[in-house]
């Protein structure tokens, strides 16, 4: 009889961010109890000090924000989790950190809204909100699963990006993926490929927290070993100190804004199935695009040439790859559950040169399989 084996687990989706969390070396997580979203934070309670970590329950979630800023300046790989009306309130802090360079993880597991909405059931409806929820041009990255196992291996991603381009990383969940169970494999974390952040290689009186170098990526101190330099959300010179000087307040933002745009094709990824002769192509993200894929299938074995495009990264969003795909289709259908914000950027990206048909839905139930489906097979 065959020994079980220890890296086949049955988890559920924020089990699994947790555990993700955890391979990819983070030690420090501040939150605030939040369905759908709590599994992440119980999870973490108890396995964070197990690895030498600290947790906190906060008293909000802008304070939970706040802490995930201090401790990541002190050098630990932190991160927060909500969900809601949680991330709304996240919203300053976050361009706080993309503002200070500051590395950090943020986990939004989706449900209804707007305000308190639908607690116990899922949306899509932060899509728009993860690309422009704070004020002002901000660099961002958003990945978006789709499975347990995704779920694991893109919050691993989410840090070795953070870490790796010095910003905040939003990971948009769902409901339905947080609180799906599925089987597991876990992978070796040799085979993980984790990234820190790059540090100083000059002594601390020479050291510039945001100079301009060739990579566009700072190298990043951590407080308390030697390196004292200032932080803020203020427009800010190399030194790290607030500047009216119009020319330097420029440079910063442009380079701030450009270290994203430089190294998109690193940070993009989509999933594409059956799209080399797709006269109809179908968009989707998260757990709808699981029923996305279904109705693909479905519409092949019926003789309709259909194809899926599903974005693993939503923001930056994938205008190119959209673009190609899409020019040689007739026709392309986007699945959200939301009133259509993906649907507004692929308009965008293919300059409205054919129909793109929305299938949407608000009400917290799942778009399904058949209802996808029915938007690929209907005549023209």
């Known amino acids: 009889m065959e020994k079980p084996n220890p890296n086949i687990k049955m988890w559920q989706g924020n089990v699994a961010c947790a555990e993700g969390a ?5 030690r420090f997580f501040a ?22 970590g600290k947790f906190i329950q906060m008293e909000d979630e802008i304070g939970a924000m706040g802490a995930t800023i201090g401790a990541s300046l002190g050098g630990v790989k932190a991160m927060t989790a909500t969900s809601g009306p949680g991330f709304s309130l996240k919203q300053e802090n976050l361009g706080f950190a993309a503002m200070a360079e500051v590395p950090c993880v943020i986990i939004n597991v989706q449900r209804g809204g707007p305000s308190t909405g639908l607690p116990t059931h899922a949306a899509q409806g932060e899509l728009m909100q993860a690309r422009w929820g704070t004020h002002g041009d901000h660099p961002i990255i958003v990945l ?9 291996d893109m919050t691993v991603k989410a840090f070795n990006l953070s870490e790796k381009y010095r910003t905040p990383v939003i990971l948009l969940s769902d409901e339905i993926v947080g609180h799906l169970t599925e089987k597991v494999e876990v992978p070796p974390i040799e085979e993980l490929g984790l990234i820190n952040r790059k540090k100083p290689t000059v002594s601390p009186d020479k050291y510039l927290p945001y100079e301009m170098d060739e990579t566009d990526i700072p190298a990043m101190a951590n407080f308390g070993e030697g390196y ?16 009216n000087d119009p020319l330097k307040i420029e440079a910063q933002l442009e380079r701030l804004n450009r270290k994203i745009d430089r190294y998109r094709d690193d940070i993009v990824e989509i999933e594409t199935l059956y799209t080399d002769d797709a006269e109809i192509l179908v968009i989707s ?3 709808t695009a699981r029923s996305a894929r279904r109705a693909v299938a479905n519409a092949r074995k019926n003789g309709t040439k259909a194809g899926l495009l599903r974005q693993k990264t939503v923001w930056p969003m994938p205008y190119r790859e959209i673009e190609a795909i899409g020019a040689n289709v007739k026709r392309i259908i986007v699945a959200e559950m939301n009133l259509g914000q993906l649907a507004h950027e692929v308009e965008w990206a293919v300059r409205r040169s054919k129909p793109v048909v929305r299938v949407n839905k608000i009400n917290g139930e799942p778009i399904t399989p058949k209802e996808i489906y029915n938007s690929i097979v209907i005549k023209e």
Request: glycine share 10%.
């Open 31 to 52: 939150g605030y109890p939040i369905t759908p979203s709590s599994e992440i934070a119980e999870v973490l309670s108890r396995r964070l000090p197990m690895f030498g």
């Open 228 to 243: 004292r330099y200032h932080v803020t959300g203020l427009a800010h010179d190399e030194t790290g100190f607030p500047t």
């Open 22 to 26: 955890l391979a990819a070396g983070c």
């Open 144 to 152: 978006s699963p789709c499975s347990v196992r995704e779920t694991y």
């Open 285 to 287: 993200f998260g757990s």
